[in-house]
């Protein structure tokens, strides 16, 4: 198995932020399980922004939603000193960030320093979002481009995706009632569609789902689940910016997505060498009945099969590197909504 590198893979110098946090600030450690999948919410608003619940409520509701982690991204400003630091315990960590919400589009800063603050005055006429951007990757941190066709103004992201790490493809219910809607289809579509060039190019952003949390019954809908080396800020980030991770609803949705070939095995975020044979493509998924499973390559949607009407179900689908630069997997209920995605697992 061997890692492909997104954009803006960097390594995180945390030696601040070991000086800075304190009970005034979470720790940037959590207690973990070792190198193992964990489900995390990292965009939500507290009454601290414009949400309409305490730090307490979100945390209470996050853990109840069996998440183990969240991030902190109130608009326009850092996380307040004394008001989560006591929060964050045992086996829940509790990342610092920001929502960056500028004219022509939000985004969000993940894995700040205690206190630091990301200037939201630009737009992109003028340019200066590479400088943001810069600062951001400086503390190790991650630039996601969320929600990028919000329907309301400057909901519609209008930078270039070109310097960001991330893309937020699935936003949460926010002020709808429905946890998929066109907004999702269009983003998800349109990143889709970018992934074949991007690997050319030998980069590529991963596509990450947050709740958007601003009111009761919303957080960790959906959410994003990644593989990490251990439940700290440093590792979440790096999974996420590697592509190690998947999108679910909810944590009563689980996927599981291999490929084998030529002896190997390789997962999400992976590449796979092939050596020009038959590749098996495995998903196997729970908590969706009579959903279904896609295959999705360069060429498109490659393949489509049932889930059972009760139970997990498993699919395994065949191609080659010739025949695919790389698959990924939707994953819909009977309606057509979405319950989870992934990303991709690369062929060569």
Not at 83 to 97: E, N, S
Not at 144 to 165: I, K, Q
Not at 224 to 236: I, K, Q
Request: glycine fraction near 10%; aromatic fraction near 6%; proline fraction near 5%.
């Amino acid at each position: 198995m061997e890692q492909v590198a997104p954009v803006g893979a960097l390594a995180r110098q945390d030696s601040g932020r070991r000086t800075l946090s304190s009970l005034s600030f979470p720790p940037a450690r959590a207690v973990g399980r070792g190198a193992a999948w964990y489900r995390g919410d990292c965009h939500v608003h507290s009454l601290h922004s414009d949400g309409e619940l305490s730090p307490e409520e979100l945390v209470v509701r996050a853990r109840a939603a069996r998440l183990d982690f969240i991030a902190t991204t109130e608009h326009n400003s850092a996380a307040a000193p004394g008001v989560w630091g006591h929060l964050a315990v045992d086996d829940f960590l509790i990342l610092l960030g920001e929502e960056v919400t500028t004219k022509t589009g939000h985004w969000l800063a993940l894995g700040l320093d205690p206190g630091e603050v990301v200037d939201w005055n630009h737009q992109v006429r003028d340019g200066l979002v590479d400088k943001c951007l810069d600062q951001v990757h400086r503390a190790g941190g991650l630039c996601v481009a969320a929600h990028p066709h919000a329907p309301y103004p400057s909901g519609d992201f209008m930078f270039p995706f070109l310097g960001f790490d991330v893309v937020e493809v699935w936003n949460g219910l926010w002020t709808s009632d429905r946890p998929w809607n066109a907004d999702n289809e269009a983003a998800l579509a349109e990143w889709g569609r970018s992934l074949a060039a991007d690997l050319r190019t030998g980069s590529w952003r991963p596509a990450m789902g947050n709740s958007d949390t601003h009111l009761e019954g919303q957080i960790g809908i959906p959410h994003t689940v990644v593989f990490s080396e251990e439940l700290s800020t440093e590792a979440v980030v790096a999974g996420i910016c590697a592509g190690r991770s998947w999108i679910a609803e909810s944590a009563d949705v689980d996927v599981s997505f291999t490929s084998h070939a030529a002896g190997r095995v390789a997962g999400v975020g992976e590449r796979l060498a092939t050596q020009g044979g038959q590749v098996e493509v495995h998903a196997a998924v729970r908590g969706v009945p009579a959903g279904t499973v896609s295959f999705h390559t360069d060429r498109g949607k490659a393949h489509r099969a049932p889930l059972p009407d009760d139970g997990p179900g498993a699919v395994q689908w065949d191609t080659t590197a010739e025949q695919s630069a790389f698959v990924r997997i939707e994953v819909r209920h009977h309606s057509g909504h979405v319950a989870a995605l992934t990303n991709p697992i690369i062929l060569n």
